[in-house]
Nanobody, 123 residues
Framework: VQLQASGGGFVQAGDSLRLSCADPRRTFSNNAVGWFRQASGKEREFVAAISWRGSPTQYADSVKGRFTISRDNARNTVCLQMNSLKPEDTAVYYC?????????????????WGQGTQVTVSS
């Protein structure tokens, strides 16, 4: 199953980006969706997650107050609005569909993954 992440790019520190995740095979239905990221040479880490009904949400401490996750269940899409970007946000960002309906932070609770979109933030 392929989720389709898009919206990455090359930006300056302080800029914003909006990532989108499309789910053509409807794996989002009744499931939470999360965003993870993986910087070069590092482990994939949790960024944000949203429950099936939109609440609750979860955020990594490093992005709280800067990133906002949202979903449109009618359009089967999930977005990640990223503001005040920092160079340390540089990574490949992945969306993933969880096993259950409540937002979780653990990578092993997600079963379907997208191909990733590159975000590069220059200082």
């Amino acid at each position: 199953v392929q989720l389709q992440a898009s919206g990455g790019g090359f930006v300056q520190a302080g800029d914003s980006l909006r990532l989108s995740c499309a789910d053509p095979r409807r794996t989002f239905s009744n499931n939470a969706v999360g965003w993870f990221r993986q910087a070069s040479g590092k482990e994939r880490e949790f960024v944000a997650a949203i429950s099936w009904r939109g609440s609750p949400t979860q955020y990594a401490d490093s992005v709280k107050g800067r990133f906002t996750i949202s979903r449109d269940n009618a359009r089967n899409t999930v977005c990640l609005q990223m503001n005040s970007l920092k160079p340390e946000d540089t990574a490949v960002y992945y969306c993933a569909s969880a096993y259950g309906s409540i937002a979780v932070t653990s990578r092993d609770r997600y079963r379907y993954w997208g191909q990733g979109t590159q975000v590069t933030v220059s200082s």
